[in-house]
């Protein structure tokens, strides 16, 4: 079963690296990799932007008052 779910994510991941290769963007880039890693892991990536968002937002509120 583990090897199941590790062959999807390598093809999945692979596929999102040759998207962004036709796209023109250099595989190289860090920020492209953490794409790819992001493309790879779904919804989960939401919910933590989402939280990161909060916690922002919170500290930009509490400083500019």
């Known amino acids: 079963m583990t090897a199941n779910i ?8 692979r ?6 290769y036709m796209g023109g963007y250099d595989l190289q880039s860090d920020k492209v990799q953490t794409f790819v ?3 790879s892991l ?10 990161t968002g909060m916690n ?3 500290k930009f509120s509490g ?3």
């Open 6 to 13: 590790a062959s999807v994510l390598y093809i999945q991941m």
């Open 15 to 20: 596929m999102a690296a040759v998207i962004a």
């Open 37 to 39: 890693y992001a493309c």
């Open 42 to 51: 779904g919804n989960s990536v939401n919910d933590v932007r989402k939280g």
């Open 56 to 58: 922002f937002e919170q």
């Open 63 to 65: 400083n500019s008052i």
